[in-house]
């Protein structure tokens, strides 16, 4: 999935823990691994939502798919990728090979 981070919303660290799939606590560790980038973006690590950037960051670096509702709206329904895959998967294309 193409993630279009919404520039200005701020996502909980717990949120960002059940997109992942992991414990609260396991995301946490993970966070305190990456310390070093999260302070250099000045987030302190008591903060209990992340800024945009961060969640960009994390996002990536995690390789968590947001949802759309959590993503710009605007950016997400411009994009000229949306309308191809949407018209590949209307036209079935996007079959899987069967052995």
């Not at 980038?37 to 968590?64: F, H, N, T, W």
Request: hydrophobic share 40%; with cysteine.
């Amino acid at each position: 999935m193409i993630n279009y981070y919404d520039k200005n919303r701020f996502i909980s660290k717990s949120e960002l823990a059940r997109l992942a799939d992991v414990s609260p606590r396991t995301f946490r560790r993970y966070l305190a691994t990456r310390r070093h980038i999260l302070d250099a973006m000045g987030i302190s690590p008591k903060a209990q939502k992340l800024p945009p950037a961060a969640v960009r960051y994390i996002c990536e670096d995690y390789c968590i798919d947001l949802p759309p509702h959590l993503q710009d709206q605007q950016a997400l329904n411009a994009s000229p990728l949306r309308d191809i895959i949407l018209a590949c998967w209307a036209e079935d294309q996007f079959l899987v090979p069967q052995k």
